[in-house]
T-cell receptor, first 113, second 113 residues
């Protein structure tokens, strides 16, 4: 069965500093990988996804994530964070041919002015 | 195009009461899902429907029932609410092709006293 581990439940970062949110997964088959963002009191929005091809994927607001098959990781990075990035970030995995999306427990990113 | 809509936004129930959470999508998606979100636990799948007329259990189905009324609507019913069902409930939908991701509604906040 697939599973997702987000080791950091909370990450405080100073404004304009870089950040990395870690995500590791386990699965016996090939997977699709996703990062979702949840702003306060809102639903989840897709931030970026890895389906195939280039292992580095980017979002429109400066985040990027790299699929590392050997380390079964899909860490999320941003070189310079803004106050508006304050949110909870969820990593998720879906096996090829499977309907089910499995989520990690989330990482709350807090930006310190 | 409203995307995924959920009603109600908030609900308070007493233990033993019943209620139905409504979800509708206007994107002509085939698959629909119900999740619950609890602090520190991420999102957990309750039930899903891969197509109109079919439903399947997810990770935490006990205490819930679902109905895929038509292609647009997927409802979640609590027959006898318990305090352990206090949570935020999210509905999601997906077109159903292999590489497409899920789109989420704004959520329903449920408190069971």
């Amino acid at each position: 069965a697939q599973s997702v581990t987000q080791l950091d439940s909370q990450v405080p970062v100073f404004e304009e500093a870089p950040v990395e949110l870690r995500c590791n997964y386990s699965s016996s088959v090939s997977v699709y990988l996703f990062w979702y963002v949840q702003y306060p009191n809102q639903g989840l929005q897709l931030l970026l996804k890895y389906l195939s091809g280039s292992t580095l994927v980017e979002s429109i607001n400066g985040f990027e994530a790299e699929f590392n098959k050997s380390q079964t990781s899909f860490h999320l990075r941003k070189p310079s964070v803004h106050i508006s990035d304050t949110a909870e970030y969820f990593c998720a995995v879906r096996d090829f041919g499977n309907e089910k999306l499995t989520f990690g427990t989330g990482t709350r990113l807090t930006i310190i002015p | 195009n409203a995307g995924v809509t959920q009603t109600p936004k908030f609900q308070v129930l007493k233990t033993g009461q019943s209620m139905t959470l409504q979800c509708a999508q206007d994107m002509n998606h085939n698959s629909m899902y119900w999740y619950r979100q609890d602090p520190g636990m991420g999102l957990r799948l309750i039930y899903y429907s891969a197509s109109e007329g079919t439903t399947d259990k997810g990770e935490v189905p006990n205490g819930y029932n679902v109905s895929r009324l038509n292609k647009r609507e997927f409802s979640l019913r609590l027959e006898s609410a318990a305090p352990s069902q206090t949570s935020v409930y999210f509905c999601a939908s997906r077109i159903g092709t292999e590489q497409e991701t899920q789109y989420f509604g704004p959520g329903t906040r449920l408190l069971v006293l």
